[in-house]
């Protein structure tokens, strides 16, 4: 067992038992048991493995797990607080915003990450955002509608 | 396992393998991709040209020529628990061998069974797609679900609610006509004595043989089929809780990874372990041709492959992607018999008379399905029982396709399909369940094999390519007068034309295979539906005719006028068009469902580029059972239908895809998508018909004759503009 690195994921820490090399998808999916994350293509194109690092979305297959080290990492798994569920999360169920759902992990996180930077976004805004989200499905309307209902949730609380 | 369920499900299973399938569904017909070698001791016997996979159709096929849209009791099994169960906790637990990959049919089907059963929605589990608990099913495409699956559920629910109001008229000693059923109760209004269901079951095992003609509630009186309830299990989806087959991780688990070869048809020639089998931890197989590595790693795995020593003999197909089209004219097989021909009239001697006359060629090109979740497998055996999760839309297949494969009993194997990241027709094949089992036999430790993405695009099989030539005639005044439609491999779903035309002649042409291919959503339908429709609208131009118009003036169907109707009037057509646009409509039915397809194209005068703005979609297919669901399918479709007709395409050569990854193979995105708009027509008077398939049909089409109105480029090709509009 390599290194001794530790990596932050939603605020729990867990120590890293493989090479520091390894995209941190792989961690998290195959070392930590964290299989919200999903593998889609491996490079980067399709979205499904976004994680927040450091409260950015970034793709975690092309992250090295040796660049979280230090910085605190969100997954789909960290969204949910006491059993309340994220607004966006929330957001995706009443606005029907899936349909096989294996892209939705990554919808979520990457429009979480998209709403703390721009709280109200438009249309165009979210459609440019999530360009590299693919949804094979076509659920792309609805996950439109999920993100301006979260929007106007997390407006109306002030979060 | 119930021994009546196991003697039905052989019975069925049995049936169903004689029952011919779509040629284009080459992947029922082609063989499972590998074939391992008997053990030394065992009598080596091979049928045929390897190990067959069984053409499998659903037994409910059969029926689609029946004259009524019913089922045969004497099929199904008589013992209701074995289908539906309800518990003394007052859970009622449905049975049922389809699988959720998508298309929410574990949420209309629980409605339907709540529905009949009388009970709160939320009391309905459903347990699907597991060989060892559910009654045999032939799998899960074809649209099949809802006009089959879904009377059945009903008959037994009902069935099962004849025999509640049965117990509790004979505790209650009152005629089983006064006592009534809602929401989870039996009640007696005349006397108020009232039991749940759950009471009712405690201690009991309902079963009963299902009579002929057991009445059925009509989708007039649905009270939770036909609303647009949620998914069900949507919390688990949106908090990653719900666990996909990559997502499975059984104790003691190994990767698997296979070596793929480095071309089509590519023979293993050197084979050397020894600097791979001194890895810790990693197993090694090889069977024939099949070469795999399981370790505690997937970094392991592939470190085991990358040190075998390997050489291959390449033998790839000839044509690329380039030449396919000429080639698969060219390779067409002689005829046989008149299997795929339909003739009517004399089309040869009205296309030489007089009438305006119209011939083309069209080429659609291979294209993937690109499921988001890859193909993904995890086997475990005990012993020589073996169970099997995997995503695929044929358990029951993947069972036969083990069974042939491994050399041993069905009745020793278990296939479990956890709800799946989407298949689209390309799950059919038992692959990575395969390739999972076999490693796990040799490591003695559960294996799972999840395909990579490269993998995906490259060994899966694709939609077929084709070449459909088309020769036509009209009169000056636009009655269609003859109709000579080819299609050379692409298969023959939607071949037939909904036009009244007296002189017809539509063929299938069988090609042998090139690239390995199958069944996609709509099979060739897409490809038929895009020549034909791209034709109309050529003729319907060729003598200034509007191509609505055109349409209609040679169309009796009822249904198929209704929905371009419905589409055009929602649509705005023709009059709500502006400069620089362009209008497209198309339209088509098959499986029992019907849609129309109006398209926009903005055209930026400058760059000569153009861009679909606007799609409207009329679709019906008899009664609705969930119009959300429905609404998502319909506009799901035509987005997936973009990609296939604007971009999608599948390079090769020398054997090689030339484009396996998302980044050379474009899938649509959100700044691909316009507005889109699904007009539902619900007709409560005709069987609820499936519909998977029929709302990708006319996306082509109508945006390629949309694209002819826009510049008065005639674009016979899909993919429509993958390096954008050249100029003419």
Redesign the interface.
């Known amino acids: 067992m390599p290194d001794g690195i530790e990596i932050e994921v939603n605020g729990k820490r867990y120590p890293v038992h493989y090479p520091p090399e390894t995209p941190l998808l792989y961690v998290l999916r195959d070392d930590l048991g964290l299989t919200g994350s999903k593998y889609g293509c491996g490079e980067g194109q399709c979205g499904s493995c976004t994680v927040l690092l450091g409260g950015q979305p970034r793709r975690s297959c092309q992250i090295a797990v040796s660049a979280a080290v230090g910085k605190p990492v969100t997954t789909i798994e960290g969204l949910e607080k006491n059993g309340q569920l994220h607004p966006v999360q929330q957001a995706f169920i009443d606005a029907g915003g899936f349909r096989c759902a294996y892209c939705t992990p990554g919808m979520i996180i990457s429009s979480v990450g998209l709403l703390q930077a721009n709280p109200n976004p438009s249309s165009a805004e979210i459609a440019q955002f999530l360009q590299g989200n693919i949804c094979r499905c076509g659920t792309q309307p609805r996950i439109l509608d999920a993100v301006h209902q979260a929007a106007k949730t997390m407006q109306e609380r002030g979060r | 396992m119930n021994n009546t369920l196991s003697k039905t499900n052989d019975a069925m299973s049995k049936q169903a393998k004689n029952i011919l399938v779509e040629p284009e569904r080459y992947e029922f017909t082609s063989g499972s991709i590998h074939h391992f070698d008997l053990a030394r001791r065992e009598f080596f016997k091979l049928l045929g040209a390897g190990i067959a996979v069984f053409a499998v159709v659903n037994n409910a096929h059969a029926q689609e020529t029946a004259p009524s849209h019913g089922f045969h009791p004497q099929d199904l099994p008589s013992d209701i628990a074995a289908w539906l169960h309800i518990g003394e906790a007052g859970t009622v637990t449905a049975f049922c061998g389809k699988v959720e990959?998508?298309?929410?049919i574990r949420t209309s089907l629980a409605q339907t069974v709540a529905d009949e059963l009388r009970v709160p929605f939320e009391s309905v589990r459903m347990v699907m797609g597991d060989t060892a608990l559910t009654p045999f099913d032939a799998g899960t495409f074809g649209s099949r679900t809802t006009p089959t699956m879904t009377p059945q559920l009903r008959r037994v629910a009902s069935a099962a609610r004849d025999l509640l109001i049965e117990a509790a008229a004979k505790e209650w000693n009152v005629a089983p006509g006064a006592v009534k059923a809602a929401d989870a109760k039996l009640a007696d209004p005349a006397s108020g004595r009232s039991l749940t269901y759950a009471a009712l079951a405690h201690g009991k095992t309902l079963a009963q043989n299902l009579p002929a003609e057991d009445p059925v509630t009509p989708p007039s009186d649905w009270t939770i089929a036909g609303k647009p309830l949620?998914?069900v299990d949507?919390?688990d989806?949106?908090?990653?809780?719900?666990?996909?087959t990559?997502?499975l991780?059984p104790e003691g688990m190994l990767?698997g990874k296979v070596l793929r070869p480095p071309s089509f048809g590519a023979a293993l020639v050197v084979y050397d372990h020894s600097a791979a089998k001194s890895l810790p931890g990693a197993v090694i197989v090889r069977d024939g041709g099949f070469v795999a590595a399981a370790a505690p790693?997937?970094?392991e795995a592939n470190a085991a492959l990358a040190a075998l020593h390997v050489a291959w003999k390449e033998d790839p197909p000839k044509p690329s992607s380039r030449e396919i089209f000429s080639y698969l004219k060219k390779n067409a097989e002689p005829k046989a018999d008149d299997h795929h021909r339909q003739q009517k009239g004399s089309v040869d001697a009205v296309l030489a008379g007089a009438g305006h006359r119209l011939d083309a060629t069209y080429n659609v090109a291979y294209i993937a399905h690109?499921?988001?979740?890859?193909r993904a497998a995890v086997a475990e055996w005990a012993g020589d029982k073996l169970t099997v999760w995997t995503g695929s839309q044929r358990p029951f297949g993947v069972r036969g396709e083990l069974a042939d494969t491994l050399r041993i009993p069905e009745s020793n194997i278990r296939v479990i399909v956890p709800?799946?990241?989407?298949a689209?027709g390309g799950k059919h094949t038992g692959d990575a369940a395969i390739e999972a089992a076999r490693l796990a036999r040799a490591a003695h430790r559960p294996v799972k094999v999840?395909w990579?993405?490269e993998e995906e695009f490259t060994w899966a099989y694709f939609r077929p390519a084709g070449v459909i030539e088309v020769k036509s005639a009209i009169s000056l005044d636009g009655k269609l007068l003859a109709w000579d439609f080819h299609n050379y491999h692409s298969g023959s779903s939607g071949i037939e034309t909904p036009y009244v035309v007296p002189n017809v002649r539509i063929e299938f042409h069988s090609v042998p295979l090139v690239l390995r291919s199958g069944s996609y959503r709509g099979l060739a339908a897409t490809a038929n539906h895009f020549a034909r429709e791209t034709h109309m609208d050529a003729l319907a131009h060729s003598i200034n005719m509007d191509p609505l118009e055109f349409r209609l003036k040679n169309l009796e169907d009822a249904r198929l006028r209704a929905v371009l109707q419905a589409a055009a009037k929602k649509f705005g057509w023709p009059e709500a068009k502006k400069e620089n646009r362009g209008f497209g409509i198309a339209a088509g039915n098959e499986k029992g469902s019907y849609v129309a397809t109006c398209a926009e194209i903005a055209l930026d005068p400058t760059s000569g580029t153009v861009r679909v703005v606007r799609l409207v979609t009329a679709f019906e297919c008899g009664a609705i059972v969930n119009p959300?669901g429905l609404r998502?399918?319909v506009?799901?479709?035509?987005?997936?239908g973009l990609g296939g007709a604007l971009f999608e395409a599948i390079e090769f050569e020398n054997g090689r895809i030339s484009n396996p990854?998302?980044?050379k193979y474009r899938?649509?995105?959100?700044?691909d998508?316009p507005d889109?708009e699904a007009v539902l027509l619900d007709r409560k008077d005709i069987a609820s018909a499936g519909a998977g398939e029929t709302p990708i049909m006319a996306v082509a089409p109508a945006i390629g004759n949309a694209i002819f109105d826009a510049t008065a480029q005639r674009l016979n090709n899909l993919p429509l503009i993958p390096n954008g509009l050249k100029r003419a």
């Open positions: 990959i998508g298309q929410n949620p998914k949507a919390r989806f949106v908090t990653g809780r719900h666990q996909y990559p997502d991780h990767y790693t997937e970094r690109a499921p988001l979740e890859p709800d799946t990241g989407s689209y999840v990579t993405r959300d998502n399918q506009i799901g479709a035509n987005i997936q990854r998302f980044s899938a649509p995105r959100f700044r998508i889109i």
